[in-house]
């Protein structure tokens, strides 16, 4: 995720806008609030009759959502995971499509900013990692609880480290006589174990690994990506930013899979309605360019994706 309450521009806002092809009058739905770099821009599109809803698993953004939009009637804004986008979709009109719904993934720049929340390897704080305020297990929990090898395969599978084993046998030696709170603490840690030739910060990979874990991301995910293909309006935008492999490799294959004729009737000179592509993908990914990524290093990982649903056979 990627805007700041602190001036920065959120990443790909430009070709985010086009992308959602935005009616004056439509309806659509900010999935990761963050900060409303993307929400604030789509709005000043919208006229009297649109309607934008935010939502946001952290409460820290959602009252930010709430103290910035709570005089403008075009705005519904919820606290809550993917899981409960229709329930909120619901709360505004029984069965509400909508004509565009963005996805901005991962961890927003005031969450990797705010030391205390834990999920910079670069400063001091809690080893927490929870987007949705005190709630589940934190970072902490499952450095010092997990076994060995449930640490190397949240490693490996989030976090795609090679060192998976070596850090995680050292994670499992260290807690013994003393736990761990600190991110800096984990991060040094690691350093120590795991030098590595890479420009990257060694720790850069488990804490993202522990990050996806913590917030069953990649689990939300896929409940985010049919949660919004039953609530697409047709002809309505799928768009999403995704800032690692493993994110954009389950966007990707979701909208290949839906633009795609059943493969049971491959082949076929008939293809009942029920096997034929739901949505339409609408040219290829896109990056941010130099210009951007000077201004905003964040934006270097950035993948945006976009498709549209199908529109009902006359």
Do not use: W
């Not at 999935?31 to 649109?50: C, N, Q, S």
């Not at 850090?167 to 840690?189: C, G």
């Amino acid at each position: 995720m990627s805007d700041t309450a602190a001036g920065h521009t959120p990443v790909l806002l430009s070709q985010v806008l086009a992308a959602l092809n935005i009616r004056t009058s439509g309806t659509y739905l900010d999935a990761t609030f963050g900060r409303g770099g993307h929400a604030g821009a789509l709005l000043e599109k919208l006229i009297a009759d649109g309607r934008l809803l935010c939502l946001d698993r952290d409460p820290l953004a959602v009252a930010e959502a709430r103290a910035r939009f709570a005089s403008d009637p075009r705005v519904s804004v919820f606290l809550g995971p993917f899981s409960a986008l229709a329930a909120c979709a619901d709360e505004v009109e029984p069965g509400l499509k909508f004509d565009g719904i963005l996805f901005d993934l991962g961890v927003s720049s005031p969450q990797l900013d705010d030391a205390s929340r834990g999920f910079s390897f670069m400063q001091d704080g809690p080893l927490d990692m929870r987007m949705s305020g005190d709630q589940g297990l934190s970072a902490a929990d499952v450095v010092n609880t997990a076994s060995e090898g449930e640490l190397i395969r949240i490693f490996r599978e989030f976090g795609e480290e090679k060192l998976a084993p070596r850090i995680a046998r050292a994670i499992v030696a260290d807690r013994v006589s003393r736990p761990f709170e600190r991110t800096l603490q984990l991060a040094e840690m690691i350093a120590r174990v795991a030098r590595s030739k890479e420009r990257k910060h060694p720790a850069t990979r488990v804490f993202q690994a522990l990050r996806i874990h913590v917030n069953r991301e990649l689990e939300e995910l896929d409940i985010a990506l049919n949660a919004a293909f039953e609530r697409l309006a047709p002809h309505g935008r799928l768009v999403v930013i995704s800032f690692h492999s493993l994110e954009d490799r389950i966007v990707k294959q979701f909208m290949r899979r839906h633009a795609s004729t059943d493969p049971v009737y491959a082949g076929l000179p008939f293809v009942p309605k029920h096997a034929q592509p739901k949505l339409r993908l609408i040219g290829k990914s896109i990056q941010a360019d130099e210009a951007e990524t000077d201004r905003n290093p964040r934006a270097r990982s950035a993948r945006l994706r976009v498709a549209e649903r199908v529109g009902e056979a006359a």
